[in-house]
């Protein structure tokens, strides 16, 4: 069945490093994918998505790139802020399925140090 | 602003007895879902509901019960709380139609101990 695999944290950096999570999965044909983002005392929110190959999205200085070749999705950020910390979460929808099969990573614990 | 309200942040029940966790959406939104989010498992659906009335099992369904009388409303119920449902529980809803169809619009959460 489907699935996602996200680094395991925590992952602490210093203000102004560059980051990256890593994020790979499996599925048959083309998933829509997605980076969720859970900030200290709340739900998640929707960070960025792309639904084909080679799709880029990108929001709030954030990137990930859909590889289907590698079956990767990666979140970066050039130069990470202290309100960057926060729990990031990998996700894909397989293709035809309902939002009741969205399928989460485990999270990926991030701490900035001023 | 488009919102997920869920009633209570924080919960603290004995074992045994029966909780009832509360979700309201004002988004006029069809789907409605519970999941349970615990340290290193990520997020795991507990029960969505596509319609009033209408309920389907997610992967973790057992112990649980779901009402939706309303289609703003959605009801989580544990109706004998045991220990091993401490947990974060998080509510969230989606269209069924239009670009927001994939995207998943969270409430805050209610962080539920049962002692």
């Known amino acids: 069945g489907d699935s996602v695999t996200q680094m395991e944290g925590p992952v602490t950096l210093s203000e102004e490093a560059f980051l990256t999570i890593n994020c790979t999965y499996t599925?048959?044909?083309?998933?829509?994918l997605f980076w969720y983002v859970q900030y200290p005392g709340e739900g998640l929110q929707l960070l960025l998505k792309?639904?084909?190959?080679?799709d880029k999205g990108s929001n709030k200085g954030f990137e990930a790139t859909y590889r289907k070749e590698t079956t990767s999705f990666h979140l970066e950020k050039g130069s990470v802020q202290v309100s960057d910390s926060a729990v990031y979460f990998c996700a894909l929808r397989g293709v035809r399925s309902s939002a009741s099969k969205i399928i989460f990573g485990s999270g990926t614990r991030l701490s900035i140090r001023p | 602003d488009v919102k997920v309200t869920q009633s209570s942040r924080y919960l603290v029940k004995r074992t045994g007895e029966k909780v009832f966790l509360e979700c309201v959406q004002d988004?006029?939104?069809?789907?409605m879902f519970w999941y349970r989010q615990d340290p290193g498992l990520g997020l795991r659906l507990i029960y969505f509901s596509y319609d009033v009335k209408m309920k389907e099992k997610g992967d973790i369904p057992e112990g649980y019960s779901v009402s939706r009388e309303k289609k703003e409303r959605f009801s989580l119920i544990l109706e004998s709380a045991s220990t091993n449902q401490t947990s974060m529980y998080l509510c969230a809803s989606t269209p069924v139609k239009s670009a927001g169809a994939n995207v998943l619009t969270f409430g805050a959460g209610s962080r539920l101990t049962v002692l």
């Open positions: 599925a048959t044909g083309y998933p829509s």
């Open positions: 792309a639904t084909k190959a080679d």
């Open positions: 988004m006029d939104h069809e789907n």
